[in-house]
């Protein structure tokens, strides 16, 4: 059995080809992925995508919309937290964190908006006493510092790129650290080497379909404007994507898959009556 802990199986990329997809996925033994939501507008397309599939879900605001955010936002996220506090489904607060990446959230103005959404959803998180799944883009240190202020039950640290001393500072804040496609090309050695040396405690698989492709998928700029398409990323290539990483850590790809399962369940632990429920 394996656990995609991030995909975004309600995004407009997957189109009609969703629920095919998701069989396909579950046929290959991934029985449950967590569908984090990236705003507002979708925190019921998440919410009924996981009752549909038998998946996990959770809402927040990625912060690539943090800049459209309002306080009616906020309120809007701590409403639903409350409301659906008793679904077994809502595992977590996310989306959530900060990109030290895209150009157009690093300026001064942006930084502090983002920022202030992030640390606004720490504190529902708190409120609500759930894990937070965060977007760690070039960002590791900020959100520590935020996390060290604010601190959270843990959560994932989702496609985490940063060094083997911030990866322990999420360690001992109880977080568990994702890794997908990624981790499967060569030319990302610090990845791999992270994902062949943390303790098997300490780690998660994920895709973020329909993003981070893994390279037998992935399509260069050039092919690309060649006409070539990138191919589509889901859950349906997790599987493979366990491989790579077992074969990094130099272990059976059923442990990998019992290991990171285990470190799901602990750091997101509504997901233990899921997984129960769907053997």
Not at 148 to 154: A, T
Request: neutral net charge; proline residues 4%; contains cysteine.
């Amino acid at each position: 059995m394996l656990i995609d802990t991030h995909c975004h199986w309600d995004a407009s990329e997957f189109g009609d080809a969703g629920g095919h997809l998701r069989a396909q996925a579950q046929a290959r033994g991934v029985s449950l992925c967590v569908v984090p939501a990236v705003q507002v507008s979708n925190f019921e397309s998440v919410r009924r995508w996981a009752h549909t599939y038998g998946d996990a879900y959770a809402l927040g605001i990625h912060p690539l919309f943090a800049l459209d955010a309002t306080e009616a936002h906020l309120s809007q996220l701590d409403q639903a937290l409350g409301d659906l506090a008793g679904d077994p489904r809502l595992v977590a607060v996310g989306e959530i964190g900060i990109d030290g990446f895209v150009p157009w959230l690093q300026t001064p103005g942006a930084k502090v908006k983002m920022h202030a959404i992030y640390r606004a959803q720490l504190r529902l998180a708190r409120k609500h006493h759930l894990p937070v799944v965060l977007h760690v883009r070039k960002s590791a240190d900020v959100l520590l510092k935020h996390l060290r202020e604010l601190p959270v039950v843990g959560g994932i640290g989702h496609a985490f790129n940063g060094s083997v001393q911030q990866a322990q500072a999420f360690v001992r804040m109880g977080f568990v650290l994702g890794f997908g496609g990624t981790a499967t090309f060569e030319t990302a050695v610090r990845i791999r080497r992270l994902a062949a040396t943390l303790s098997h405690t300490d780690l998660v698989i994920e895709t973020d379909g329909p993003d981070i492709p893994p390279h037998w998928i992935y399509a260069t700029e050039l092919q690309r404007s060649a006409g070539m398409a990138q191919g589509l990323n889901s859950s349906v290539h997790l599987p493979e994507i366990a491989q790579v990483v077992a074969n990094l850590r130099g272990v059976h790809v059923a442990l990998l898959a019992a290991q990171t399962c285990a470190n799901a369940k602990r750091v997101l632990p509504k997901l233990d009556a899921l997984i129960d429920t769907s053997l």
